[in-house]
């Protein structure tokens, strides 16, 4: 199988190689996206993880934030898979038996899932800090059990350690 694909992209990969551009314009983009992605993500999800018991409009406020920024992640997600695939179908007979690839393939798995977790939860919170029944009081700490707000802190938590683990496994990556 590994041979076929390797004969399959065997002109991407040779056109590739001979060119001092594309490279270099494929590795920025993928870089870019990352970056991007990547930063917007840490940010908000820092801004989760920091927020602390308050009103129900301070967390509404804060699962907004989140939503309006996985707009931009997913984004860049996307740009990052279409300059991902490039750069592996470059050089596939290397990749696809690099232990090192697979654990930052597991890794954007794990950060794709976690992400519709998260959309899940955040739609959650706003659901539960909009829902006009849920009665705040200044003895109530916001929010209470029932609300979904630890699970979305444990999803950032995730969030920010899987953008680490794939810058990390990049930089090596980009070494073999």
Partial sequence: ML??????????SELYADSAWIPTA??????LALFAGGGIAIAADRRVLLAAPGTREAYQAAAEDL???????????????LSGLALATSDIG????????????ATFAVLIAN????????SRV???ATDAGVVIDKTT???SPHLPWAVLKRSAAVSLTAWFAMVLL???????
Wanted: hydrophobic share 55%; glycine share 4%.
């Fill in 94 to 105: 290397t990749f696809a038996v690099s232990k090192v690839f697979w654990a930052k393939m």
């Fill in 126 to 128: 706003l659901s539960a």
């Fill in 26 to 31: 494929i590795l920025a983009v993928h870089v």
């Fill in 170 to 176: 990049g930089v090596v990556l980009s070494n073999i």
């Fill in 67 to 81: 939503r309006t920024t996985h707009a931009i992640v997913i984004g860049a997600l996307a740009l990052m898979v």
């Fill in 3 to 12: 041979e076929t694909l390797t004969t399959l992209f065997q002109p991407w």
């Fill in 141 to 143: 700490q916001w929010p």
């Fill in 115 to 122: 992400g519709a977790y998260m959309r899940r939860s955040e």
